[in-house]
Structure formats: C-alpha cells, structure tokens
C-alpha cells in the first residue's frame, strides 16, 4: 500500500523564521510529488517534482526531491503570517495507475507576528 | 473561468436523510474526484472519474455513490446520511491522469449529519 507521511504534523514559527516541512514517500514506480497549500479553503497547487525536476523555487518557497531516499522538503524562508497554513503533500497511487493521489495528512504551519 | 465549482457550500442533515453534492468544472478536464478531509487525517480519495460516463471507488467509498453523466459535472450522494459522514468535501479535476498534472480544487462543502 502506498504510503505518504509528513512531519511534522504541526509547527509554530516567528514571522522572519525559516521553515523545513518534510514528506516521505513509499511508492512503486515513482512518477511525481506534488506539494500544496491550503488555507481556509481547497489546496492551491505550489510544485511538482519529478524524476526530471527534482528542485523547484517559487520566491521565498523552494522543494527539493531525493528520489534515492525517497523523500522532498519544502522550504519557506523569511516566512510571513500569510505563509499559515496546511501543507499537503501527495504522489500518484501505485499499481501502475496515476489516475490517482494518495496525500499526507499535512503540516499545520502557523506564523506568528 | 470559474474553474471547479461545488454546490451547496454548506448543509446540515438528519441521519437516515439523503443528498446530492454537485462540482462542476469548465476546463474540460477529464478527470475527476471527490475527496473527503476530516482533522488530522488529509485528504482521502472517495471515487473518481477518468471520463464522462465512466465512475471508480477510491479509498473510502462506502455509504457514497457517484455518476458523471456529463463530462463537465460530477455528482456525490449520499443515500442514507450517517454522522461518520460529517466532512469537508472537496471535488477536483485535472486533465489528464492526476500524477503528471496538478488537480485543481473546488472550494469545498461542509457538511453536518446530526
């Protein structure tokens, strides 16, 4: 069975303070990770990682992938309150389908001023 | 565009009662889902579409149906509604097989079975 795990499962920071959110993955046939956050509402898409892309940087937000130890992190530097947030994790499901994500149950990121 | 959209945004049930959650989307997507997000346990696939016409079980599809007559809509029921039901329901859509492209979110329903 396919498994996602991140950790940890919640984190308090100071405005300024950089963050490292973790996700490891147990798949078959590794086709991609995607990151995600979600706020008050659905999850917004941040990155996908893939055997051809194993790092992705989107302003103060950076991911990285290590496919031989089968994890990614997420990176937020100088982090803000608007940085709050759940971050999800997720990898297509094995069995040779990608039709479907498995996700993590999320880090719970709160930032405080 | 509107992208995904969920209807209604709230609801409140009886137990034994029945209701239809709609999502729609106006990217053409192929694929849809229907996931269901309770605390501390993320977001767990309930059934999923990969065309119009066609419906499959995900990790928790007990209690739930499913139809995607249209290849824009993607309707949930829930024939008899339980307490365990109580969730924050989120419909997605993507365009092709959900591993190689991001799905992207409705807005969510919360529902309440009392």
């Known amino acids: 069975e396919d498994k996602v795990v991140q950790s940890p499962l919640s984190l308090v920071v100071h405005e300024g303070d950089t963050v490292t959110l973790n996700c490891s993955y147990e798949?078959?046939?590794?086709?991609?990770l995607l990151w995600y956050k979600q706020e008050k509402k659905a999850p917004t898409f941040l990155f996908m990682l893939?055997?051809?892309?194993i790092e992705k940087k989107s302003g103060r937000l950076s991911s990285i992938l290590d496919k031989k130890e089968l994890f990614s992190i997420l990176n937020i530097t100088a982090t803000q309150t608007g940085d709050s947030a759940i971050y999800l994790c997720?990898?297509?499901?094995?069995?040779?389908?990608?039709?479907?994500?498995?996700f993590g149950k999320g880090t719970l990121l709160t930032v405080n001023p | 565009n509107a992208g995904v959209t969920q209807t209604p945004k709230f609801r409140v049930l009886k137990t034994g009662q029945s209701m239809t959650l709609l999502c729609a989307q106006d990217m053409n997507h192929e694929y849809m889902y229907w996931y269901r997000q309770d605390p501390g346990m993320g977001l767990r696939l309930i059934h999923y579409?990969?065309?119009?016409?066609?419906?499959a079980k995900g990790e928790v599809p007990d209690g739930y149906n499913v139809s995607r007559l249209k290849k824009q809509n993607f309707l949930l029921g829930l024939e008899s509604a339980a307490p365990s039901q109580t969730s924050v329901y989120f419909c997605?859509?993507?365009?092709?097989?959900?591993?190689?492209?991001?799905?992207?979110f409705g807005p969510g329903t919360r529902l309440t079975v009392l």
């Open positions: 893939t055997s051809s892309g």
């Open positions: 579409s990969v065309g119009e016409g066609t419906t």
């Open positions: 997605a859509s993507s365009p092709l097989a959900g591993g190689q492209y991001e799905q992207f």
């Open positions: 997720a990898a297509p499901d094995l069995g040779g389908s990608n039709y479907k994500l498995t």
């Open positions: 798949v078959t046939n590794f086709r991609s």
